[in-house]
């Protein structure tokens, strides 16, 4: 099956789930968009990311003929994954489920976190997708503002970011988790500052490896892998913002397949 898995995030936080798509399956041709023109997504209203995430996901169906999408956007996940999944032709993959799955694997304790955007935390998605395992788990949710931006910024580390991650980590911290899930795929990116503020004792889980999984396992199910050996992937990014900055951050962030990247326009 030629056809490419279609990806997308508000911007450069899905690179990292691509990175784990890219290394778990190498033969698989990929077209990533990353909506930078309008992020963050985190603060907007539900209906407004859902009909981004519609336009999206749509706009990779029919203008590149994807085979499955995958939604590598906690907060797009939250607003609007029901309606991919029952509007779309194709499979729909989302990160809150893997990354759910994966938070009530890693903890002894049964003290759990998870962190993400205004939206996704305010959506409830985390409380329903940890409830749906079935373990035995205390969850506490915390909404970090302003990690999207530092991240769209390249701005990784540093006081200005540290001492905001001690404000907003405090209540994940002080509820004394021993797991914490980065629920916004960009926070992977922060994770050097969001460890050492939460300390060497909590493991902290990212949803992108997790994700990939999913991604393989599914397409395996239904018979949709591409066969190895033939022409080498082609990995497409489109970004809907300002390229040079695209392929710049990106470049760094992902890799050299982001010098390339192209325009997107919604339509
Ligand atoms: N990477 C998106 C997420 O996983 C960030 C959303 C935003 O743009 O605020 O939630």
């Known amino acids: 099956m030629d056809r490419p898995i279609g990806m997308f995030d508000s911007g450069f936080g899905g690179l990292t789930v691509a990175r784990a798509l890219i290394d778990l399956l190498p033969d698989e041709h990929l077209v990533y ?22 336009q999206i996901a749509w706009s990779l169906v029919k203008d590149f003929d ?18 991919l999944k029952a509007e779309l032709p194709v499979p729909v993959i989302d990160v809150v489920e893997p990354g759910a799955d994966a938070l009530v694997r890693a903890t002894r304790s049964g003290h759990v976190g998870v962190i993400g955007t205004v939206g996704t935390i305010g959506s409830g998605a985390y409380d ?65 500052v969001i460890g050492e503020v939460m300390g060497p004792d909590v493991v902290l889980v990212s949803s992108a490896d997790e994700t990939a999984f999913v991604a393989r396992d599914e397409l395996a199910r239904l018979g949709l892998l591409r066969a190895p050996g033939g022409e080498v992937a082609e990995h497409r990014f489109l970004s809907s913002g300002d390229i040079s900055w695209f392929a710049d951050l990106g470049g760094r962030l992902l890799g050299p397949e982001l010098r390339g990247a192209l325009q997107w326009h919604p339509n």
């Open 33 to 54: 968009i990353g909506d930078t023109g309008r992020y963050p997504y985190g603060p907007r209203p539900q209906e407004e990311v859902r009909e981004f995430a519609r």
């Open 66 to 83: 994807v085979k499955a999408v995958v939604v590598a956007c906690n907060t797009a996940s939250a607003a609007a994954l029901d309606d």
């Open 128 to 192: 329903r997708a940890v409830a749906a395992t079935g373990a035995d788990v205390q969850l506490t949710a915390a909404a970090c503002p302003g990690f999207v931006e530092f991240v769209e910024r390249g701005q990784t580390h540093g006081e200005e970011v540290t001492i905001l991650a001690e404000r907003l980590l405090a209540p994940v911290k002080d509820a004394g988790v021993d797991s914490l899930l980065l629920g916004c795929t960009h926070y992977p990116y922060l994770a050097r």
